[in-house]
């Protein structure tokens, strides 16, 4: 007998694959439990899912008595819709900038190096929960390894100075070690270990500091560059919408037939995604089932538009999906 588990139940299922830490995984389990229709055809399913999360409320347990000493220091696992790694010389007031954005803690002192390991926060921008990674500052390249280890996992490069000649520094240093900012790869045979990365200049401490901010586009016209503070927390929110624009991710938002959309927990997609996209992040099986689509937003003419699964989305945009 079939379970008929509601488009609802899928899209819990996805937010259950993608969670990160224990307390998300819980969630989203609770959410799947409540969302399985009662009856004779989905009795093995709900037994499976009330065994895992049995399973994870045992391993959330033990988790609260293991220290993170055997974990790799300059590891940090992704959480939320995307990770962004913070670098920079010392003392630009990289941490104190980390510690307004987000709700971790990053040590701040008046000498240099006082971060030593990398430090992750969680920062939310409207209703996404984005990743920052604070680093030890970056001397040079061979001595920043790890830092730079870090960077080529991220989605997204926030670059910290308080002087022009540091953005200098610092763009050689990524150039030196194979890592190309905002622009695409060369198109090379011998690109062995490359990479590229979507990045931002931030200026801290223009509280006190003058920037030449017309010089500074000039010689780098492929980035976003915003002057902020730390101490007064100018620009702070300017900051989140950069960083977020520079991800090129958007938020799409599911509605059942005659229902209010979900606000609270969007599907992240990159930017350029369709319809079929969309009902490939909720399962591969509702993808294959998708008959077409009801857009609401700015990807459409007019509200509740019918259109069919290669139809590009854009943020903010709301669907109903119909399937056979």
Same mark, same amino acid.
Do not use: C
């Given at each position: 007998?079939?379970?008929n588990?509601? %488009?609802?139940?899928?899209?819990?299922? @996805?937010?259950?694959?993608?969670?990160?830490?224990?307390p998300e995984?819980?969630?989203?389990?609770?959410?799947?439990?409540?969302?399985?229709?009662?009856?004779?055809?989905?009795?093995?399913?709900?037994?499976?899912?009330?065994r895992?999360? #049995?399973?994870?409320?045992?391993?959330?347990?033990?988790?609260?008595?293991?220290?993170?000493?055997?974990?790799?220091?300059?590891?940090?696992?992704?959480?939320?819709?995307?990770q962004? @790694?913070?670098v920079?010389?010392?003392?630009?007031?990289?941490?104190?900038?980390?510690?307004?954005?987000?709700?971790?803690?990053?040590?701040v002192?008046?000498?240099p190096?006082?971060?030593?390991?990398?430090?992750?926060?969680?920062?939310?921008?409207?209703?996404?929960?984005?990743?920052? @990674?604070?680093t030890?500052?970056?001397?040079?390249?061979?001595?920043?390894?790890?830092?730079?280890?870090?960077?080529?996992?991220?989605?997204?490069i926030?670059?910290?100075?308080?002087?022009?000649d540091?953005?200098?520094?610092l763009?050689?240093?990524?150039?030196?070690t194979?890592?190309?900012l905002?622009?695409?790869?060369?198109d090379?045979?011998?690109?062995?270990?490359?990479?590229?990365?979507?990045?931002?200049?931030?200026?801290?401490?223009?509280?006190?500091?003058s920037?030449?901010?017309?010089?500074?586009?000039?010689?780098y016209?492929n980035f976003?560059?915003?002057?902020?503070? #730390?101490?007064?927390?100018?620009?702070?929110?300017l900051?989140?919408?950069?960083?977020?624009?520079?991800?090129?991710?958007?938020? @799409?938002?599911?509605?059942?037939?005659?229902?209010?959309?979900?606000?609270?927990?969007?599907?992240?997609?990159?930017?350029?995604?369709?319809?079929?996209?969309?009902?490939?992040?909720?399962?591969?099986?509702?993808?294959?089932?998708?008959?077409? #689509?009801?857009?609401w937003?700015?990807?459409?003419?007019? %509200?509740?538009?019918?259109?069919?699964?290669?139809?590009?989305?854009?943020?903010?945009?709301?669907?109903?999906?119909?399937?056979?």
């Amino acid at each position: 007998m079939p379970a008929n588990l509601p %488009p609802q139940w899928f899209v819990a299922e @996805v937010r259950y694959r993608e969670a990160k830490t224990f307390p998300e995984k819980i969630q989203a389990l609770e959410e799947l439990i409540r969302l399985t229709p009662k009856h004779k055809g989905s009795e093995n399913l709900l037994a499976q899912l009330k065994r895992r999360m #049995a399973k994870l409320k045992e391993q959330s347990e033990k988790q609260r008595f293991v220290g993170a000493h055997g974990a790799p220091v300059f590891s940090v696992k992704k959480e939320g819709a995307a990770q962004i @790694v913070l670098v920079g010389p010392a003392n630009v007031g990289k941490s104190s900038l980390f510690n307004n954005l987000t709700a971790a803690e990053s040590e701040v002192a008046d000498y240099p190096f006082t971060t030593t390991r990398p430090i992750p926060g969680m920062m939310r921008f409207e209703n996404i929960q984005l990743q920052l @990674v604070d680093t030890p500052p970056i001397v040079d390249g061979e001595k920043s390894g790890q830092v730079f280890s870090l960077i080529r996992s991220a989605d997204e490069i926030a670059i910290i100075v308080d002087s022009f000649d540091q953005i200098d520094f610092l763009v050689k240093e990524f150039d030196r070690t194979g890592i190309f900012l905002n622009e695409k790869l060369p198109d090379f045979l011998d690109l062995k270990g490359q990479v590229s990365k979507k990045a931002i200049i931030v200026l801290n401490k223009a509280d006190i500091k003058s920037f030449d901010i017309e010089n500074i586009s000039q010689k780098y016209p492929n980035f976003k560059i915003i002057p902020a503070s #730390a101490k007064t927390k100018a620009n702070l929110e300017l900051l989140k919408q950069n960083i977020f624009q520079t991800l090129e991710i958007i938020r @799409v938002y599911t509605k059942s037939p005659g229902k209010e959309p979900n606000y609270t927990q969007p599907l992240v997609l990159k930017k350029g995604s369709t319809i079929f996209d969309a009902a490939i992040l909720i399962h591969k099986d509702f993808a294959e089932k998708l008959k077409f #689509a009801k857009v609401w937003g700015n990807s459409v003419e007019f %509200p509740g538009k019918q259109v069919k699964r290669e139809h590009v989305l854009l943020d903010g945009d709301i669907v109903e999906f119909h399937v056979r």
